[in-house]
C-alpha cells in the first residue's frame, strides 16, 4: 500500500513537506511517482524517483519541488517550496516497478502507473 501524508493549507511563498509511506512488497524494487489533480483538472505528473534515486520533474515544479527517498523507511519525500496557488491539487503518489525503465516517458503517464496510493490536499492561499 501506499499512502500520502502532509498536504494542507499554507500561503503563497510557503513550503510543505509531502511524505508517502509503502507498506508490503520491497519498497527498493519500485520508482515512486508523484501526480497531482487540481478541480476540473487532468492529473499531471509532477516528479518521479528511481529505485536508485534519478530524479524526473515536471517544468510547472522544477527548481522549487525535490523529490528523495529513503528505501530504509519506505519513504518518499516531495518537499514543495515557493508554493503559488496553482500548485493547489490533490497529490497522490503511486509507484512502477523498477524494471521498467526510468523515463519521462514511463512516469508521466497515469495509464502507465502499476498501483496509486490516497492522496492528500494541498491547498495555496493567494
Known amino acids: 500500500q501506499l499512502q500520502a501524508f502532509g498536504g494542507g493549507l499554507v500561503q503563497t511563498g510557503g513550503s510543505l513537506r509531502l511524505s508517502c509511506a509503502a507498506s508490503?512488497?520491497?519498497?527498493?524494487?519500485?520508482?515512486v511517482v508523484w501526480f497531482r489533480q487540481a478541480p476540473g483538472k487532468e492529473r499531471e505528473f509532477v516528479a518521479a524517483?528511481?529505485?536508485?534515486?534519478?530524479?524526473l520533474y515536471s517544468e510547472a515544479v522544477r527548481g522549487r519541488f525535490t523529490i528523495s527517498r529513503d528505501n530504509a523507511k519506505n519513504t518518499v519525500w516531495l518537499q514543495m517550496n515557493s508554493l503559488k496557488p496553482e500548485d493547489t491539487a490533490v497529490y497522490s503518489c503511486?509507484?512502477?516497478?523498477?524494471?521498467?525503465?526510468?523515463?519521462?516517458?514511463?512516469?508521466?503517464?497515469?495509464?502507465?502507473?502499476?498501483?496509486w496510493g490516497q492522496g492528500t490536499l494541498v491547498t495555496v492561499s493567494s
Open positions: 503511486a509507484r512502477r516497478i523498477g524494471s521498467v525503465n526510468f523515463s519521462m516517458l514511463n512516469m508521466a503517464s497515469p495509464s502507465r502507473i502499476d498501483y
Open positions: 508490503g512488497g520491497t519498497f527498493s524494487n519500485y520508482h
Open positions: 524517483v528511481s529505485q536508485f534515486r534519478r530524479t
